[in-house]
């Protein structure tokens, strides 16, 4: 099976401007969630989408906001970008069971606001 | 709530040599516990989980790590390193439950492995 894959690698913004970043989870996994990481920080969970409903949120501003697609595609959003929000942004998919909660991450998407 | 306290940040260690990277973490409720690893301009590669069972589980690599919930601990260890182990270790935790914390990692600070030659 494919991994989980993200798109673009690499963005560069400047402050004040709005960023959309797509994750396409392993083939058959349902859950996708997010996280921001930073060197301060460290990872940080931003929400989780499951069947297309956002069903947990992290501590994060409205400006962070996310979608699923019918196909278990998901895409974030952040909006009126500032210098702090230069990360890297990491997407995990998982296949939620009885027995299993097991994250399976992509390769990430770096962000860079100027 | 749970937290992940990753004891070192920084381990350097000789090639072949052993090596024991700690993990504490606090929970009110049981939980998964994993090891992740990240090598530079990657994201995270699963090397290990613990979700039920023995308390000894092994992972990618040679890697193992001991479930201790008295302790509540999770040291993930390898008897012998490479060069290639050299990468950022992440120690994380989820609630079992679901509920509030569907989908939801909370990760240590991680530790940076360091292998000489």
């Known amino acids: 099976k494919a991994g989980v894959t993200q798109t673009p690698r690499y963005l560069i913004k400047t402050r004040g401007q709005q960023v959309t970043l797509s994750c396409s989870p392993i083939?058959?996994?349902?859950?996708v969630s997010w996280y921001q990481q930073t060197p301060g920080q460290g990872l940080q969970f931003l929400f989780e989408y499951f069947s297309e409903t956002q069903r947990n949120k992290g501590n994060f501003p409205g400006r962070f906001s996310g979608r699923q697609f019918s196909n278990s595609r998901s895409e974030m959003n952040v909006s009126t970008l500032e210098l702090g929000d230069s990360a890297l942004y990491l997407c995990?998919?998982?296949?939620?069971?009885?027995?299993?909660?097991?994250?399976?991450f992509g390769p990430g998407t770096r962000l860079t606001v100027l | 709530a749970q937290s992940v306290t990753q004891l070192d940040s920084q381990v350097p260690v000789f090639e072949e040599a052993p090596v024991e990277l700690r993990c504490n973490y606090s929970s009110s409720v049981s939980v998964y516990l994993f090891w992740y690893v990240q090598y530079p301009n990657q994201g995270l590669q699963l090397l290990l989980k613990?979700?039920?069972?023995?308390?000894l589980v092994k992972g990618i690599n040679g890697f193992e790590a001991e479930f201790n919930k008295s302790q509540t601990s999770f040291h993930l260890r390898k008897p012998s390193v490479h060069i290639s182990d050299t990468a950022e270790y992440f120690c994380a935790v989820s609630e079992r439950a679901g509920g509030t914390s569907y989908g939801k990692l909370t990760f240590g600070q991680g530790t940076i492995l360091t292998v000489h030659p």
């Open positions: 613990y979700l039920s069972g023995s308390t």
């Open positions: 083939s058959g996994h349902r859950s």
């Open positions: 995990a998919s998982s296949n939620y069971g009885i027995f299993t909660d097991t994250q399976y």
